[in-house]
């Protein structure tokens, strides 16, 4: 686990613990080992807070380039900072350089690491869950690994779009993990891969209780920073 991980581990964790007491539900679906997908709902920046809380082992989340190329002391700061949480840095644009974060995340989790992945692609604007795009499916079938679903609730109203931190005693958090996805031999064509997205988000739906909508989530003014390839 990358150091500047286990210091948050150390103090970001417990004080999300003791001011939100969070719900953990299916915790008996991460793997104590092996690599791994975790495919999740997206309500807040939080999400990411809350979910690496409560899974005890190191998470690599997709973070866009330019936090990595940054000038002077900030962008300084922020690649320092990414680098060493283990972020993995993602192209927004097309072609090739849109899969450089492929080429990071399919080592790191055939070397056993678990890597996270928003399939709706950006925050929800309104709580609902929205159509995934077929990253993870493909992911997975790359590095040959399961995707356990991720359903987080009430992490929006802890941290509403626009806020700078969660607040403690706005919401209730609730982080569920259900059954591992083996998509093992599965064709990689684009309709299977269609087809597996769609059982996903299913079993995220089933976890969230959302209501879906079968388009994808209108594009953010700001592309999120964990947009799916």
Known sequence: MPLLYTIGKLTVGPTLRVAFRPTVEGLE?????????????????????????????????????EYFNGTGVKGAISKFVLTGLGAIPVERAGGRAALSAFDAAIPALKGGDLVVVYPEGTRSPDGKLY??????????????????????????????????VP?????????????????????????????????????????????????????RAHPDPTRDA
């Open 29 to 65: 679906h991460v793997p104590e080992t092996g690599g791994a997908i975790f495919a999740g709902n997206h309500l807040s920046v939080a999400d990411e807070l809350f979910l690496g809380t409560v899974v005890p082992r190191h998470l690599a989340f997709w973070a866009k380039s």
């Open 131 to 164: 159509r995934g795009r077929t990253g993870a499916a493909r992911l997975a079938i790359a590095a040959g690994v399961p995707i356990i679903p991720v359903g987080m609730i009430g992490t929006d109203k802890a941290q509403p779009i626009g806020a700078r």
């Open 167 to 219: 607040r403690p005693g706005t919401a209730k958090i609730t982080v569920r993990f259900g059954k591992p996805l083996d998509f093992t031999g599965r064709p990689d064509d684009r309709t299977s891969l269609r087809q597996m997205t769609d059982e996903m988000m299913s079993e995220i739906q089933k976890l969230t209780g959302q209501e879906y909508v079968p388009r994808y989530a209108p594009p």
